[in-house]
C-alpha cells in the first residue's frame, strides 16, 4: 500500500495535487487498517479508539496517519482508530459533533481518545500530534520526522 503522504507527491501544480489527495483519501483510507468514521456511526464502547481529523493538504496530517498506519500494523494493539476529513467541518460546532468538548479547533490534526466509551482527552494542532505519542501509539522518533517537515515547510 501506498503511503498517506504520497498523496501529496506527484506531477502538477500544488493545487492540483491537493484536489487530487482529496479525491484519493477514501480509497487509501478503505485499503488501510485506519478507518473512515462518522458522527452518524456506531463505535465501540469497549476498548481504546482514536478519532483523528486531518486535512488532505497538510503533510504533517498525512504523515502522522502514515506513522499511526505503521504502528498499529506493527503492534498489534487493539486501540480503534478512526478518521475524518476535518474540511467537512464547516463550523467550529462541527469538530464538536466528532469529538464533545474539544473546544475551538485552530489547526489540524483534532484528536479524540476514548476508553470503554467515554473521550478521555482531546487536543488539536501540536497537541493533537502529540496525544497519539502520549498514549504510546507512536514512537518518539515522530516528533524528529515532524520537525524535519517543518524545516522544510519553512525554507525558501
Excluded: N
Excluded at 14 to 21: R, W
Excluded at 67 to 93: H, K, M, N, Y
Amino acid at each position: 500500500m501506498k503511503t498517506f503522504s504520497s498523496l501529496l507527491e506527484g506531477p502538477g501544480p500544488l493545487g492540483e495535487q491537493q484536489s487530487a489527495a482529496s479525491e484519493l483519501f477514501p480509497s487509501m483510507l478503505a485499503q488501510s487498517t485506519l478507518r473512515y468514521w462518522s458522527p452518524s456511526m456506531p463505535f465501540s464502547l469497549q476498548g481504546e479508539r482514536l478519532l483523528i481529523g486531518v486535512v488532505t493538504w497538510s503533510i504533517l496530517d498525512l504523515k502522522l496517519l502514515d506513522c499511526l498506519q505503521e504502528t498499529i500494523s506493527i503492534a498489534g494493539r487493539a486501540t480503534v482508530i478512526d478518521v475524518f476529513d476535518a474540511d467537512r467541518c464547516r463550523t467550529q460546532e462541527g469538530f464538536a459533533d466528532y469529538i464533545p468538548g474539544i473546544g475551538k479547533v485552530h489547526q489540524t490534526p483534532a484528536v479524540g481518545f476514548w476508553r470503554d466509551g467515554e473521550i478521555v482527552l482531546s487536543a488539536w494542532g501540536f497537541a493533537g500530534r502529540q496525544l497519539p505519542k502520549e498514549i504510546g501509539l507512536v514512537p518518539q522518533s515522530f516528533e524528529r520526522d515532524v520537525e524535519q517537515l517543518r524545516g522544510l515547510a519553512d525554507s525558501p
